[in-house]
T-cell receptor, first 115, second 110 residues
Framework: GAVVSQHPSWVICKSGTSVKIECRSLDFQATTMFWYRQFPKQSLMLMATSNEGSKATYEQGVEKDKFLINHASLTLSTLTVTSAHPEDSSFYIC???????????FGPGTRLTVT | GEDVEQSLFLSVREGDSSVINCTYTDSSSTYLYWYKQEPGAGLQLLTYIFSNMDMKQDQRLTVLLNKKDKHLSLRIADTQTGDSAIYFCAETDSWGKFQFGAGTQVVVTP
């Protein structure tokens, strides 16, 4: 149990286009979902926290108009990178929390490359 | 902000024990965690410990927490080649917000 999927697993897009990444909790309802960004050989940096039906809370320095987060249901959150640029290329990981803090499960990540 | 620090690299021989160390600064930590990340994959929760515990053992894994020194360690007994990965130390504050360390690359040699 406690599986989180992400789609796509990797995507290449041209500069200026938008890309949507989906995060789904497959066998549980997630009260809260999180989006992280990971640069090569670095740690995960929390971008935003989203609760179903409400606006996401963004971390300092993360542009909310560039990284649009929608948490449409208790099993689905999406991250849209708008007007992507090469510096947005990164590994994006979502996680879903089912209850207690330690009940947070991570997706496999999405590798975004912007050319 | 709060910091979580860990050494960047550890090399260990197959069959030996590995010890990965981590220090943190947040005195309001509720839980502390160890995650494993294999190349190109997401994070896999290995184990976690509540902040009022000082030790937790789970098969080959032993977690030690020294709350006074804000020091967390993960010991892997009988390390295998499949244990080669990046190991992340993390903690959650009283709001449940995660703070991750930079990760320790563990390389297991035959």
């Amino acid at each position: 149990g406690a599986v989180v999927s992400q789609h796509p697993s990797w995507v290449i897009c041209k500069s200026g286009t938008s890309v949507k990444i989906e995060c789904r909790s497959l066998d549980f309802q997630a009260t809260t979902m999180f989006w992280y960004r990971q640069f090569p050989k670095q740690s995960l940096m929390l971008m935003a926290t989203s609760n179903e039906g409400s606006k996401a809370t963004y971390e300092q320095g993360v542009e909310k108009d560039k990284f649009l987060i929608n948490h449409a249901s208790l099993t689905l959150s999406t991250l849209t990178v708008t007007s992507a640029h090469p510096e947005d290329s990164s590994f994006y990981i979502c996680s879903a929390q089912s209850g207690q803090f330690y009940e947070q499960y991570f997706g496999p990540g999405t590798r975004l490359t912007v050319t | 902000g709060e910091d979580v620090e860990q050494s960047l690299f550890l090399s260990v021989r197959e069959g030996d024990s590995s010890v990965i160390n981590c220090t943190y600064t947040d005195s309001s930590s509720t839980y502390l965690y160890w995650y494993k990340q294999e190349p190109g994959a997401g994070l896999q929760l290995l184990t976690y410990i509540f902040s009022n515990m000082d030790m937790k053992q789970d098969q080959r894994l032993t977690v030690l927490l020294n709350k006074k020194d804000k020091h967390l360690s993960l010991r892997i007994a009988d390390t295998q080649t499949g244990d080669s990965a990046i190991y992340f130390c993390a903690e959650t504050d009283s709001w449940g917000k995660f703070q991750f360390g930079a990760g320790t690359q563990v390389v297991v040699t035959p």
